[in-house]
C-alpha cells in the first residue's frame, strides 16, 4: 500500500514522457493532452486503493490511448457522415499499445516544453499549459494556484491548446535557427511559474509552494536535458539559492521580513551548497553569461554571507554592473543603486535613483519609491523617508508589501515624534 | 494581474435610449464576455440592480441612511473581474463599455510579494 503523496509524484514525473508517447504516435496534441489528463486521473484514483502497476508508465499510456481511440473512432464516424477519406489514420491507429509495446524511451520532455511555451500564446496561457501538460498537474490545481476559478482556467488552458492546434506547430524540436530564442521563453515560463509560488506569503500557502517545488523540478528536468546550457543551469542555480531563504522570509504571522534582517540560520543549506556548485561550475564553463547565470551569482553572493555585514557588497555591484550590460532593466538599475549604497553611501545611491527618474517604467512603480525610501532612511532623513514608504504603499498591490512598508513608515514617524 | 472593471453610467440617459440603441449597447457587452471567457481572462461578471440602499453605523447601529451621493447622477451598473496581461489589456477590454458613463479599472490586491521592496 503506498502512500498518496508518492502516488502524486509519480504521476506528475510520468505526465510529459506519457503525453509525448500518445502525441508521438496519434499526433493531435490538443485530444491526446485530454486523453492524458484522464489517464492520470484514473491513476491518482485507482493506484491508491489497488496498488501501483509494475509499469505505471505502460499502463497510462494504455489507459490514454483507449481514450484516444475512443475519440479517434468518434472522430471518424463524423468523418464518415461528412463523406471524407479515412485513410489518414495510421494503419494500427486503433490497437491500443500493450504495456511492452511502447514508444521508444526517448525523452520528449524537451519537445513538450518548447510546444507548450510557444509564441503564439499569451505567458499567462505558456504557464498553465506548461504546468499541466508538462507537471502534470490538474486544472483545479493549477486554478487554485493563480486565485482563479476553475471554469476560467479550463478555458485559457482548452483556449491554449486549440491556439496550437490551429498554429500546426509540429511536434518536433525548433528548427536550431530559432533553438535559442525558444529556449529563453521557456526558461522565461519556468522562472514566471517560481515567481508565482515563492511571492505568496499566507493565504493558500501549500498550492502556492507547490509551484515552486514544481518549477524547480522542471527546471531540474531542463538542465538533465541541456547540461552544457549555461543559462538552463544558472536558473536551476536561482532557483535553489532564492528558494533556501524562504524558511526565513515570513513571520508565522504571514509579514515579510526583508533580507537584511532574516535569520540566516534558518536559511536551507544543503539548497544553499548545491545552488552555489550548479552556478560555480557554470560561471567556470561558460565564456558569455547570461541573465540568469548573474542573478544566480548574486544570490549565491547573498547566500554566503553568514551576516548581513559580511555580504560582499563591492562584488553585488560588480555583477549588476554586468548584468545591466546583458539585460538592461530598469529592476536591474534599481537593485544596483542599493547596491552601490551599501558600498559608498546612501548619497551615492540616491544619485543613481535620480539618474532613474526619467525612465516612465520604474519611476512610477511602488519598488522605487520604497527604495528611495530605504536609502533616505539609511541617510538620516526620516521625514523624506517616511514620504517615500507611504507613497510605495498606495502604490503596491501586494497586501504583505503595503503592510510592510506601512509599518516602515510608522517606525519613522514615531522616531520623529520623539 | 487582476484587475476590477467598474462600470458607471447614468440610470437616466440608459431609459431614455431608444430601444435598438440599448440592444446594441448590451450586445457589445455580451460580445465583450463571451470573447473573455474564450480566452480565460473573465473571472465574474455581475449586472447590479437600481435599487440602492446606504447603510452606516448610527450610535454603533446600522441604520439606513440617504446615503452620500445624492447629488451623483451616475450609478455603479455592474463590475467585471479579470485576469489579463497588463492595464493596456485592461483598458483595451474596458474601454468599449464607457459608452453612456465610463469605467474605472482598479487593481485588485492580493496576498502575494516577494519582500524584496529595499531591494
Known sequence: MTTEPRVDDLLRELAPQVLSAVVRRYGQFDASEDAVQEALLAGATQWPNEGIPDNPRGWLIAVASRRMTDHLRADLARQRREATAAALLPPDAFNAPGPDDLAPEEDDTLTLLFLCCHPSLSPSSQLALTLRAVGGLTTAEIARAFFVPESTMAQRISRAKATIRDSGAPFSLPPASERAERLAVVLHVLYLVFNEGYTASSGDELARTDLTTEAIRLARDLHRLLPADGEATGLLALMLLIDARRPARTLADGSLVPLSEQDRSRWNRAQIDEGVALISRSLAETSALGAYQLQAAIAAVHDEASTADATDWPEIVELYGLLAAVAPNPMVSLNQAVAVAMVDGPAAGLARLDDLTSDDRIAGSHRFEAVRGHLLEMAGDAAAARRSYLAAARKTTSLPERRYLESRAARLGESAAR | ?119
Open chain 2, 1 to 119: 494581474m487582476k484587475y476590477m472593471v467598474l462600470i458607471h453610467s447614468n440610470p437616466q440617459l440608459w431609459e431614455s435610449l431608444p430601444k435598438e440603441e440599448a440592444d446594441r449597447v448590451l450586445n457589445n457587452h455580451y460580445k465583450l464576455i463571451d470573447e473573455m471567457k474564450r480566452t480565460g481572462e473573465l473571472i465574474r461578471v455581475e449586472g447590479l440592480g437600481w435599487d440602492q440602499t446606504f447603510v452606516q453605523l448610527v450610535n454603533g447601529v446600522p441604520a439606513v441612511t440617504d446615503g452620500p451621493y445624492s447629488e451623483v447622477k451616475e450609478h455603479l451598473a455592474g463590475l467585471f473581474q479579470v485576469d489579463v496581461e497588463s492595464i493596456d489589456r485592461a483598458i483595451e477590454v474596458a474601454g468599449p463599455l464607457s459608452e453612456y458613463g465610463w469605467v474605472e479599472i482598479r487593481p485588485v490586491m492580493e496576498d502575494v510579494g516577494d519582500g524584496d521592496v529595499t531591494g
